[in-house]
């Protein structure tokens, strides 16, 4: 690996364009992984979480290094690293590290759908980090694919010179049947190994230094610079970093430090991936491959950061912004006395997803839990689906919720993330009682929503849109909406209803969107109001924590919202895990659906039990489950019988019965309140 010249690319693509199965194909031409009896198989080598396979979604970046030995120059052999990247706007933040390790960026498409909402995320992304777009038209195998429409897209849409001879000229492949991927490899040693074309159509940029104008050494003699892009555990090593050297060479007993942390370390050994790890003891200029160092915890490889040999002083590369949770909700055994081995499953998933944080919580309905901080709602869906996986047990987790921001009468704001820790009044006039801290300004998050459709889905889609608080920024439809149909569920669809479908406009709309209102269960709402037509993502506009102070509302995502704190009291107790931030115009509502439902699960007691849904003291919302009567049954619970059953099915044998938890006087088992977070 080491006497070989190097490139670096990545593969982008909308979800199910054909990532995933490039890939293996890539991998299987170079001889990295051996060739499958029949062709088609779809192995994903890199999505080798089960979740990820699972859900046909990349979670985390990986890379894997190839060697291609090219026919048109007798052979001559080429080192190429595949550095894969997250499908989805939610991993965003992952998506921008690992292309920062990249020269260049397969932008895959697919020739039935066309350009969808994320061919148009990742694009951006790519050409922000200064990347060459290659542009490949996937799935040319399919009897309705239609490769003149997208490749006019792609000029038009994207300003990409992609016809026959152009400079961006598309390459059509399908990925299934391999047909066109050894021309893919020839355009990658093409663009990755030609200086000149790729010195002309690259701007200059600190992240894309030419690590292609390679010296005879390749990097010997040069000091040292290795960005640290990504790092997991491994329970036999520990901590692995995966790392692209930019100039010098790395070898095992260096002694090494970090540009910002100033930690020192000393190499224990190194290697590339192809495609799993190979010991070389050393990593040269241009090579991505993994290092271990005498790191004893996950947090000290700090990705974004830059080593260098602990005896030289470089300029640190660029690095990367760190993530920050926008979405919270905490978990919670449904077996009290599994606490520590849920603790332990959350603690283990989050030594390889470090954009999740977690803390413990106690609640008085639902015991001992964890307060968990998540990237967005489909993070929160896939953390939940591993953890379960990992746990091996049903968990229950709370309605997800956001953070808000809280301006103080004296001009100073905090972050929460709790609703409990939510104002029950927010101070309409200055010098009120509190004085400067009195909160003065509830604010929350806002995203930019990128809502793509057939147009016959355009009314629900706006109704939608309305109903969250979303203010419309933008509609356009797609003239060339000829080539594409949105379709998630095209193999549902008989023939005819296809062309129908692909007779249709798309049209994409762009609405301002409060965070909070798309956290719980929009994503669903899209694809059910659509028949799975639709496709959604959006941008935060929060750019951190970090940049919250002193800036105002407009620029910085945290919009002024009058959003109230809504309580539920059993016998005037607050149950703290049911408690949660919506905007007034909603609050009774919710609160009356939400009181219902306490009352409906709360057993019958000897008294009646009064259930009560508070804003700011006043109470909007009231149930009342009366006492027993003389003449009444005793299988009043009988109704809830199967649910619970149910709910305690998926847990093991044997155990010993639930706990009861007081309100006032009322003792409500803890199921009760599992009945309620699990009915949503
Ligand atoms: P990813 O989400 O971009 O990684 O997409 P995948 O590689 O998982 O592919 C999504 C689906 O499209 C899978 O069912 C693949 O088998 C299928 N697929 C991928 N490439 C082709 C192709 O060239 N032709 C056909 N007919 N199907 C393909
Ligand atoms: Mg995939």
């Given at each position: ?218 990097g010997e003699g040069e000091k040292l610079r290795a960005l640290v ?9 520990g901590v692995i970093a995966?790392v692209?050297v930019?100039d010098g060479v790395l070898k095992t007993g260096d002694k090494l430090a970090f540009s910002h942390s100033k930690k020192k370390y000393e190499v224990l050994d190194a ?10 003891g050393l990593l040269c200029?241009?090579?991505?491959g993994w290092v271990v160092c005498n790191m004893k915890?996950?947090?000290e490889a700090s990705?974004?950061d830059t080593l260098h040999h602990a005896n030289t002083h470089v300029?640190p ?364």
């Amino acid at each position: 690996f080491a006497m070989l010249l190097p490139t670096s690319f990545s593969i982008i693509a909308h979800i199910d364009h054909g990532k995933s199965t490039l890939a293996d194909r890539l991998l299987e031409l170079t001889g990295t992984i051996p060739m499958e009896g029949e062709s088609g198989v779809n192995r994903q080598v890199l999505d080798s979480l089960k979740v990820e396979r699972e859900r046909g979604i990349t979670v985390k970046s990986q890379a894997v290094s190839m060697i291609y030995a090219d026919r048109r120059s007798q052979g001559r052999e080429y080192l190429l690293n595949l550095i894969d990247t997250p499908g989805h706007v939610d991993f965003a933040y992952e998506v921008s590290r690992s292309l920062s390790a990249c020269q260049m960026a397969l932008l895959v498409v697919d020739a039935t759908q066309g350009i969808q909402s994320q061919t148009l995320s990742v694009f951006r992304i790519a050409v922000a980090r200064g990347l060459r777009i290659i542009p490949i038209i996937n799935k040319i195998d399919l009897p309705n694919a239609n490769t003149d429409a997208v490749l006019a897209q792609l000029e038009s849409r994207l300003g990409l010179d992609c016809m026959p001879g152009g400079q961006d000229e598309a390459i059509l492949v399908s990925a299934k049947t391999g047909m066109g991927v050894e021309a893919v490899l020839q355009r990658i040693v093409d663009v990755g190994f030609d200086t000149s074309a790729a010195a002309a159509s690259s701007p200059p940029s600190a992240a894309l230094a030419p690590r292609t104008k390679t010296t005879a050494k390749r990097g010997e003699g040069e000091k040292l610079r290795a960005l640290v892009f990504d790092s997991w555990y491994d329970s036999y090593r520990g901590v692995i970093a995966l790392v692209s050297v930019h100039d010098g060479v790395l070898k095992t007993g260096d002694k090494l430090a970090f540009s910002h942390s100033k930690k020192k370390y000393e190499v224990l050994d190194a290697g590339v991936n192809s495609p799993t790890g190979i010991s070389t003891g050393l990593l040269c200029q241009g090579q991505v491959g993994w290092v271990v160092c005498n790191m004893k915890s996950l947090t000290e490889a700090s990705i974004g950061d830059t080593l260098h040999h602990a005896n030289t002083h470089v300029e640190p590369l660029a690095g990367f912004k760190p993530s920050v949770p926008m979405v919270y909700c905490a978990a919670f055994p449904v077996e009290s006395s599994d606490f520590p081995k849920l603790e332990a499953a959350i603690q283990r998933l989050a030594l390889n997803d470090r954009s999740v944080t977690y803390a413990r919580e106690s609640s008085n309905a639902l015991g001992q839990g964890i307060k968990l901080g998540l990237l967005g709602a489909l993070h929160l869906e896939i953390f939940r689906a591993r953890l379960e996986d990992e746990y091996e047990q049903t968990i229950l987790v709370t309605a997800p919720s956001v953070a808000y921001r809280l301006v103080h009468q004296d001009g100073s704001s905090r972050i929460i993330s709790n609703p409990l820790d939510f104002p029950d009044h927010v101070a309409s006039r200055i010098g009120t009682k509190g004085g400067g801290k009195n909160v003065v300004e509830v604010q929350e998050p806002m995203v930019l929503g990128t809502l793509t459709c057939p147009e016959e889905h355009v009314g629900a889609m706006m109704q939608l849109c309305a109903d969250r608080r979303g203010t419309e920024v933008d509609v356009s439809f797609d003239e060339e909406g000829g080539a594409a149909t949105t379709s998630m569920v095209g193999g549902d669809l008989d023939g005819q209803q296809q062309q129908q479908q692909q007779q249709q406009r798309i049209v994409t709309m762009k609405y301002r969107l409060p965070l909070g209102e798309i956290v719980t269960d929009f994503f669903g709402l899209v694809k059910s109001k659509t028949a799975g037509f639709a496709t959604f993502e959006y941008e935060d506009l929060v750019e951190g924590q970090g940049r919250a102070e002193g800036i105002d509302a407009e620029e910085d995502g945290w919009e002024r919202s009058d959003v109230v704190k809504l309580t539920f009291l059993i016998s005037g107790t607050p149950i703290d895990a049911l408690c949660q931030v919506v905007h007034r115009s909603k609050a009774v509502y919710v609160a009356r659906q939400w009181a219902q439902k306490i009352k409906d699960v709360v057993p019958r007691q000897q008294y009646d039990v009064v259930v009560q849904a508070c804003v700011g003291g006043k109470v909007v919302a009231a149930e009342k489950k009366g006492a027993y009567r003389k003449d009444v049954l005793q299988g009043i619970y009988g109704g809830h019988y199967d649910r619970k059953a149910k709910l305690l099915g998926k847990q093991k044998e044997g155990k010993k019965r639930l706990r009861s938890m007081s309100f006032g006087r009322v003792q409500i088992p803890q199921e009760s309140f599992m009945e309620i977070l699990d009915s949503k």
